[in-house]
């Protein structure tokens, strides 16, 4: 099973409103990083937070961490329609023996004009 | 304008054919990555690349295979082993192994 599980699958919300996407994990990690994909393109790095960390901001972004819970969570305030687009955390995990960056199975955002 | 690129966007395999999906970058970056995505899911890793002339099997390595001669290049071919290879597939790149990943722009590859 994937290390990362985002949560929700989906979320839609209206332009201007807050969304809120989370990643809860399994082992003991020394980063996290969110990424985000527009439909048929690459993936492009937002934020890395380490495990040391608890908040990381930056924009309109702000990442949250809590390793005793293992999990994670990004926050987009003030949507806009240009958010529209899938959201993936990866982390950097033990993956058949080995250390990787191992990737959630995203969370698809779309945000209503 | 540094960056990632992979060529081309949009490839069609005859079943039994092998095809090469091509990376460069130009960011001077030691780690690269190939990895395969399919349709509503998450990134699996199929190879990875921590310096030039060295590289690891991912956890779906078979029926692919990668060369590192160059630090700007790492060139994945899908081979005719690869029964499924319908797929996006995403190249990447990083300062080192494991940290922010620059991605390209992916190239679907389409059996047909």
């Known amino acids: 099973s994937q290390q990362g599980e985002e949560d929700p699958q989906a979320l839609s919300i209206q332009e201007g409103e807050n969304a809120t996407m989370n990643c809860s994990y399994k082992t003991s990690i020394n980063n996290l990083q969110w990424y985000r994909q527009n439909s048929g393109r690459g993936l492009v790095h937002l934020i890395l937070i380490r495990s040391n960390e608890r908040e990381k901001h930056s924009g309109r972004l702000r990442v949250t961490l809590d390793t005793s819970k293992k999990s994670s969570s990004l926050l987009i305030t003030a949507s806009r329609a240009a958010d529209t687009a899938s959201y993936f955390c990866?982390?950097?995990?033990?993956?058949?023996?080995?250390?990787?960056?191992?990737f959630g199975q995203g969370t698809r955002l779309t945000i209503n004009p | 304008d540094g960056g990632i690129t992979q060529s081309p966007k949009y490839l069609f395999r005859k079943e039994g054919q092998n095809v090469t999906l091509s990376c460069e970058q130009n960011l001077n970056h030691d780690a690269m990555y190939w990895y395969r995505q399919d349709p509503g899911q998450g990134l699996r890793l199929i190879y990875y690349s921590q310096i030039v002339n060295d590289f690891q099997k991912g956890d779906i390595a078979e029926g692919y295979s990668v060369s590192r001669e160059k630090k700007e290049s790492f060139p994945l071919t899908v081979t005719s082993a690869q029964k499924n290879p319908t797929a996006f597939y995403l190249c990447?790149?990083?300062?080192?192994?494991?940290?922010?990943?620059?991605f390209g722009q992916g190239t679907r590859l389409t059996v047909v």
């Open positions: 990447a790149s990083s300062i080192f192994l494991w940290t922010e990943a620059f």
């Open positions: 990866a982390t950097d995990a033990p993956s058949q023996g080995a250390q990787k960056l191992v």
